[in-house]
């Protein structure tokens, strides 16, 4: 499939028959809280066609949340409050990655590759950057800026979805809330949704935002200090209009005694501004490739180690650990196989250290590993 050639920072990335970067929802909304989406549409810019993807797979998770527009628009209805939506597809770029950093641009999504984002220079991502993010972000900040201006400390509450299964494996909640050093909102909005018969809720599940890769809660929550919350809604039950009502009602009514709480609305100082140093994204992620790495390491010098011993006293074991190492990249549209995340664990190939290093399972092993399993 042909691409038309993208255009050069000089050049507007989005012509006269494009819609804007974001749009406003209910804009005059009276409460002390902004609703933000940062993945609302699928849209692909006129200039860029539809980056070498048949058209169908635009309809999918790998192009936007769905159903996260709607229930963000009926949130902004129940709880009287504005929205931000940004515009088009994170194939494009993604609003909720810092610029240049892990998964803006994705080369790849869930396996499928994009070949409208192959071997772009750096003119392309500038472009896109400015048409895109820079927009979108800064209407954030203009409308979080007014609520300063009048004195008003809003809650940023973020709207997003999440697919029923990833990598094979199913997702038991239907709803998850991320949050990272701010409990004010994430806190008491678990536990009411859990007091909710029939609800699954995940705390920092599917995703967690301490992952350091997220952009707008983090920015202009976290570090700005203002109470906030990242939601999470499965995919297949607000993938209609009545299930997008229906949990955005169920949202509503879970938040409303929260946001009517006036102690909530104060800046807090984030955990890394209250220390004699402020750490910053790129060296927190290198400590936590370094423990990572320190943890495979040990794994690989302790072959005395069986993994059914791991699964039975933690919980996870060599393989696990291959498998989430898969899942990040694959979120992150790099492509992996089993095979090459298991040798990145092991240090060689799996069938290699099965018959180096693994013993047949002990009568007691397998109890134990029949009880943790029941248990869990």
């Keep these: 499939m042909n691409l038309p050639s993208p255009p050069s920072a000089t050049v507007p990335l989005l012509g006269p028959d494009d819609p804007?970067?974001?749009?406003?929802?209910?804009?005059?909304?009276?409460?002390?809280?902004?609703?933000?989406?940062?993945?609302?549409?699928?849209?692909?810019?006129?200039?860029?066609?539809?980056?070498?993807?048949?058209?169908?797979?635009l309809e999918r998770h790998i192009?936007?949340?769905?159903?996260?527009?709607?229930?963000?628009?009926?949130?902004?209805?129940?709880?009287?409050?504005?929205?931000?939506?940004?515009?088009?597809?994170?194939?494009?770029?993604?609003?909720?990655?810092?610029?240049?950093?892990?998964?803006?641009?994705?080369?790849?999504?869930?396996?499928?590759?994009?070949?409208?984002?192959?071997?772009?220079?750096?003119?392309?991502?500038?472009?896109?950057?400015?048409?895109?993010f820079a927009p979108y972000q800064a209407a954030i900040a203009a409308r979080l800026a007014a609520f300063a201006a009048a004195a008003t400390v809003p809650a940023l509450i973020s709207i997003h979805s999440f697919t029923p299964a990833m990598n094979g494996r199913q997702r038991p909640w239907q709803i998850g809330i991320l949050w990272d050093e701010d409990p004010r909102v994430a806190q008491p909005l678990l536990a009411a949704l859990a007091a909710e018969s029939g609800i699954t809720v995940g705390d920092n599940e599917p995703y967690s935002a301490r992952d350091p890769h997220g952009y707008t809660t983090d920015v202009h929550g976290t570090r700005a200090g203002l109470p906030h919350v990242l939601i999470e809604i499965r995919q297949d039950l607000i993938a209609d209009a009545a299930g997008q009502r229906e949990w955005a009602g169920r949202i509503a009514a879970a938040l409303k005694p929260i946001l009517v709480d006036p102690k909530l609305y104060a800046v807090r100082k984030p955990r890394s501004s209250r220390g004699s140093e402020a750490m910053d994204d790129t060296t927190r992620t290198e400590l936590e490739a370094a423990a990572f790495r320190r943890l495979v390491q040990h794994l690989r010098e302790r072959t005395d180690v069986q993994n059914i011993d791991l699964m039975n006293l933690a919980g996870f074991c060599r393989n696990c650990l291959s498998k989430w190492y898969r899942a990040a990249a694959e979120e992150r549209g790099v492509a992996i196989?089993?095979?090459?995340?298991?040798?990145?664990?092991?240090?060689m190939p799996y069938d290699e250290w099965k018959s180096k290093h693994q013993k047949e399972a002990s009568v007691e092993q397998k109890q134990a590993f029949d009880q943790a399993h029941k248990a869990h």
């Excluded at 089993?338 to 240090?347: K, Q, T, W």
Aim: glycine residues 10%; hydrophobic residues 45%.
């Design 20 to 57: 804007p970067a974001w749009r406003a929802v209910n804009a005059d909304g009276r409460a002390p809280v902004l609703l933000v989406c940062d993945h609302a549409g699928n849209r692909i810019p006129a200039a860029l066609g539809t980056l070498g993807l048949p058209p169908g797979e």
């Design 63 to 132: 192009a936007w949340d769905i159903g996260a527009a709607a229930v963000t628009e009926h949130l902004a209805t129940l709880l009287d409050a504005p929205a931000l939506l940004s515009g088009y597809s994170r194939l494009v770029l993604d609003c909720n990655r810092h610029p240049g950093g892990v998964g803006s641009i994705p080369a790849a999504s869930d396996g499928i590759a994009v070949p409208g984002n192959a071997n772009l220079s750096e003119t392309d991502r500038l472009a896109r950057v400015e048409a895109l």
């Design 337 to 347: 196989t089993d095979p090459a995340a298991r040798e990145v664990v092991y240090g």
